[in-house]
C-alpha cells in the first residue's frame, strides 16, 4: 500500500492512502476537537468543529473529512483556527438550552467538553427555540430534540450501518431538524429499536430510559423546585455503585459481547462492546433490552421439583439427583434418548454428551440444530 | 460459516437466500448494509419482501420450497453465457461433466415455473453474481428446514463453486447458526454420529481413545444414535421410555405439536433441566433448576466459529445451579468417575485434549481477551477465518449432480394456500426469554398470519380480523395482516407464540439425510374464525 507523508504542526507523519488529516494528526497524537465525527460512521463533515488550516488551500477545511495528500502542510490550533471553532460553538450553543444538571448527558457529554476544551470566552445568548415535546413513544428510549445539535450522527447510523433508515435529517420552516418521516412515532416508522443512535448521539438528545436508581430520584425530586430535582439525579447517578462485567448475549449466533452494568448484584443496563470481536459495538434490541428481564424474573426455576400422583414438590438437590441417576440406571441404552442444548456452554454439552456416551452407553442425542 | 462476519465487508456481491437476515441475525445485517454502502451489490432471494430488500439490487420472491430450481437455474445461466469462473473450477473442483448434464432439467422455463420468479430475473441475478466477485452467500433455516435441505444446501455449495467463491475472503458459504451455541452444541458431539470436533462414533479408534480418556468400557456403541424427530417416533412406539430433556421446549419448537404432547405423555420418565417452566416441563417428572447464560462461566462457540469467553454476571437464581454442574453430579451418581470438575475451566481443559479442532482454545488464552475460530490445532495457532483457502476438506469440490424436489405437502383443492413460518426481530424461538420482556411485548405483542391482497380478496377476508388457519394437522385462530410484502397464494408466520403457535400447523415430515422437518412449506386453509 502506498504512503503519504505530511506534516502537522511541524511534525512530519507517515499514514497509508485513504486517511484523512483527522487520522494523521491522531497518529501523531494530535487532538482535534470533533463533534459530528464518530469512528463507526463515514465522515460528513456537518458541525465544522474539527476545521483546521492547510497551507495553500482557502478557508478552514474539515480534518475529518479531508484525505490526506503528499506534502500536505497542516496546523490545527492556531489563533484562526481556534477562533473559528469557538464561532461554530456559539452557533450550536445559541440554540441549546442551558440546563445541565440533571440532564442524562451532564458530566458524559461531548458538547461539554468541548466548552472545556476550547474555553468559551464571550457571552453567549440564551437560546430562543421553541419548547419541543419530548418524545417517549417506545418502551427503550426518549428522544428530547430540544437538546438536539443536529450533528446527524443518529441518522447516519441509522442510515449507513443498521440500514433501517428511520430517523431522518428535514427542514422545517427552513431549520434542519431530525426525525421521523411525517412525524411517525418510532413503532410505526419501522424502528428496530437496536439503540445504536443512542450510544451515537453525544449530548443528552437520545438517551435510555432511566434506570431504576434514576426512576427513584426522579420520584423523590419530583416534589422539589426544577433546579433541586436536576441537582438530585445528578447526585445519584454520581452515588451509583456501577460494577461492569463484560459477557457474551445469550440469543442468536452472531455472539455480540456485552457490557453488563450492575448495581446492588442486579443488572441495570446492557450495551453492546465496541470491542466485541463479532459485533464492533453494534447489538439489537433483543440483546441490549431482553436479557435482564428474564434472566431477573421472579418466575425462574429456582428450586429442583420431583411429580408425586401429578403435582410437583420441592425437592433438595441430593435428592432430585440420587433420584434421577436411579431411574435412568434402570433403562437399557437403546431406551433413553438425551437432548443437549444449543443454549448452554461447549463445557455443558461435553459433560452431557461424556454422560450419554461414557455411562448411558448411548449415542441417542442430539439437540435443537434443525429447530 | 465458511468464512468471518467482518469478511462480509469484503464482498463485492452478496447473495441473501432463506434469511431475514435484519431479524434473526440483526448485526450481520449490519454488515450486509455497509457492504452494500462500499459498493457491493445484494441480491435477496425470499418468498418475502424482508427489510433488506429496501438495498438490493434485485429482489427474487421464490414460492416456499422452490430453491433447488432457483439455486441450480443460476448455475445453469453461469454456464449457458460461459460466466462461471472456469480457472477455479478446473483447478479445484471435480464432476463438471456430470453436474453440466444434471442442469438439462433447469431450463429458465422450468424455473420460472417452479419459483415463480420471472426468468429475466434470474439471468440478471446470475450476470450480478458473475459480475461482481468474490460474493458470499448467506442463508438460514429458509435452506435447510425442507424435506430437502441437504440438496438445497448442496446447491448454494454448487453456485459459489461455479462462481470461484469458496475459499476467498469475501466469498464463502456462510450459513447464519440460529441460537447462541449451536455451532459448539455442534462441535461438542451433541449429535447422533459424532464425539467432538466431529470425530465419528462409527470410528472404533475414536470410541477407544475417549473411553480410556474418561475411565469407562472400551465397547461404546458404534452405531449412530437418534436424533429429536426419530426419538418421538421411538416414544410414540414405545421403544423410547426416558429422555433427559435440557434447555429445550418441544411443545412450541417441533412440528405437529399435538403429536409431541401425545408423545411426552407416553415417556416413563423425563427429566427436563431448564431456567423456567416451559409449557413442556408440566409432562416432566423432575425438573432441575439451571443457572442462565449470564450466572455461569465457559464457552460459545458463534456462527462464524469463534469461541468466546461467557463471564458470569450475576449470582445464579435461588438454587439453580450451572448445567455443567448438575450433569456431572448425576454422572458421578451413576458411577462416573471422571466427573470431578470444580470449573468450566476443568471441563475445557479436557476437550483441549480430546478435541484436535479446539486444542489451541485453552482457557489461559480465552482468559487473556483472545478468542480464536477453529480449527485452532495448536497452541498459538491463529484461528481459521476462512475455510477451504488451499483445497476443500475433501481434497477437490465436488459439484454435486441435483435433481429436482418440491415440498413434501403441495397446495390442493382442500388446503389451497402454501405456509412458511418466520421469526420476528423482538422475539425469540419459543420466546421462554423474549417473552418475559415488557418492552418486547410491547412492541410485538400477538402472532399475526400475513397475506397478499389479492389472496385475502379472494377469501374475502380484511386486514386485522381473526382468521382460522387449518393443515392436515390441527388449526389455530389467529390475526389476518394483509400486506404486498408476501407472494399470492403464501401465507407466513412466526411460531415464537404460544398462543397462536404455528407448529400445531407444519408438517413433521423430515429430510432423509439431515432428519430437519419442512417447517418452511406445508399446505392449510384459511378461514374467518368462527
Known sequence: MNTIKLSINGKEVEVAEGATVLDAAKALGIEIPTLCHHPSLKPSGQCRVCAVEIEGQRGLPEACATPAVDGMVVMTATDRVMEFRREVLSGILAEHPRECPGCDSNQNCELQNLIEGLGIDRPYVAPTVKEKEVLADNPFFRRDYNLCIKCGRCVRMCHEFRGASVVVMKEVEGIQEVGTPLDLPLPEAGCQFCAACVDVCPVGALALLPREFEAEAQEIGSSLPGNQARFLKDFYRGGARKEIVKSICPYCGVGCQMIFEKQDGRIVQVLPDPEGPANLGQACVKGRFGIAEFVQHPGRLTKPLIRENGEFRDAEWDEALDLVAEKLKGYKPEEIGVVASAKVTNEENYVIMKLTRGLLRTNSIDHCARL | ?530
Open chain 2, 1 to 530: 460459516m465458511t468464512n468471518s462476519i467482518a469478511d462480509i465487508q469484503e464482498a463485492k456481491s452478496l447473495l441473501v437466500i432463506g434469511s431475514n437476515t435484519s431479524a434473526t441475525h440483526p448485526v450481520i445485517a449490519t454488515r450486509v448494509r455497509r457492504a452494500v454502502m462500499d459498493g457491493a451489490r445484494l441480491v435477496v432471494a425470499n418468498p418475502i419482501e424482508i427489510p433488506i430488500t429496501k438495498y438490493a439490487t434485485l429482489h427474487l420472491r421464490q414460492t416456499p420450497g422452490s430453491d433447488i430450481a432457483l439455486l441450480m437455474g443460476l448455475c445453469r445461466v453461469l454456464l449457458d453465457e460461459g460466466i462461471y469462473d472456469k480457472e477455479y473450477v478446473e483447478a479445484r473442483c471435480e464432476n463438471f461433466d456430470e453436474f453440466k448434464e444434471s442442469l438439462k432439467e433447469y431450463d429458465l422455463d422450468f424455473v420460472e415455473k417452479h419459483t415463480g420468479v420471472p426468468a429475466e430475473k434470474v439471468v440478471e441475478a446470475a450476470r450480478v453474481l458473475a459480475a461482481n466477485r468474490p460474493g458470499a452467500l448467506l442463508y438460514a433455516m429458509g435452506i435447510t428446514q425442507h424435506t430437502h435441505g441437504t440438496d438445497n444446501v448442496m446447491a448454494t455449495a454448487n453456485l459459489q463453486m461455479l462462481l470461484g467463491n469458496v475459499g476467498k475472503a469475501g466469498g464463502g458459504v456462510n450459513p447464519l447458526r440460529g441460537q447462541n451455541n449451536v455451532q459448539g452444541a455442534c462441535d461438542m458431539g451433541a449429535l447422533p454420529n459424532v464425539f467432538t470436533g466431529y470425530q465419528p462414533v462409527t470410528d472404533e479408534n475414536v470410541r477407544k481413545k475417549f473411553a480410556a480418556a474418561w475411565d469407562v468400557d472400551e465397547d461404546m456403541p458404534g452405531e449412530i444414535g437418534l436424533t429429536i424427530p426419530k426419538m418421538f417416533q421411538g416414544m410414540a412406539d414405545g421403544s423410547l421410555k426416558a429422555m433427559y430433556l435440557v434447555g429445550e421446549n418441544p411443545m412450541l419448537s417441533d412440528p405437529d405439536i399435538k403429536h409431541v404432547e401425545e408423545n411426552l405423555k407416553k415417556l416413563e420418565f423425563l427429566v427436563v433441566q431448564d431456567i423456567f417452566p416451559t409449557e413442556s416441563t408440566p409432562y416432566a417428572h423432575v425438573i432441575l433448576p439451571a443457572a442462565a447464560s449470564m450466572e455461569k462461566e465457559g464457552t460459545f462457540t458463534n456462527t462464524e466459529r469463534r469461541v468466546q469467553k461467557l463471564n458470569k454476571v450475576l449470582e445464579p437464581a435461588g438454587e439453580s445451579k450451572p448445567d455443567w454442574w448438575i450433569t456431572a453430579e448425576i454422572a458421578k451418581r451413576m458411577g462416573g468417575t471422571t466427573f470431578d470438575y470444580e470449573s468450566a475451566d476443568d471441563i475445557l481443559k479436557e476437550i483441549n485434549k480430546l478435541t484436535p479442532s479446539y486444542t489451541g482454545i485453552t482457557p489461559e488464552r480465552l482468559a487473556g481477551g483472545d478468542a480464536p475460530q477453529w480449527p485452532c490445532p495448536e497452541e498459538g495457532h491463529p484461528g481459521t477465518p476462512i475455510l477451504h483457502t488451499a483445497q476443500f476438506a475433501r481434497g477437490k469440490g465436488f459439484l454435486v449432480p441435483i435433481s429436482y424436489k418440491g415440498p413434501a405437502e403441495m397446495p390442493d383443492e382442500e388446503y389451497p394456500l402454501v405456509l412458511t413460518t418466520t421469526r420476528s426481530l423482538f422475539h425469540y424461538h419459543t420466546g421462554t426469554m423474549t417473552r418475559k420482556s415488557d418492552g418486547l411485548n410491547t412492541i410485538h405483542p400477538e402472532n399475526v398470519v400475513l397475506m397478499h391482497p389479492n389472496t385475502a380478496q379472494e377469501l374475502e377476508l380484511q386486514d386485522g380480523e381473526m382468521v382460522k388457519v387449518s393443515s392436515r394437522r390441527g388449526h389455530i385462530d389467529i390475526k389476518l395482516a394483509v400486506s404486498p410484502t408476501i407472494g399470492e397464494g403464501v401465507v407466513a408466520m412466526n411460531f415464537h407464540f404460544a398462543e397462536a403457535p404455528a407448529n400445531m400447523l407444519t408438517n413433521p415430515v423430515l429430510d432423509p439425510v439431515s432428519s430437519i422437518p419442512e417447517y418452511k412449506a406445508c399446505a392449510v386453509r384459511v378461514e374467518k374464525a368462527a
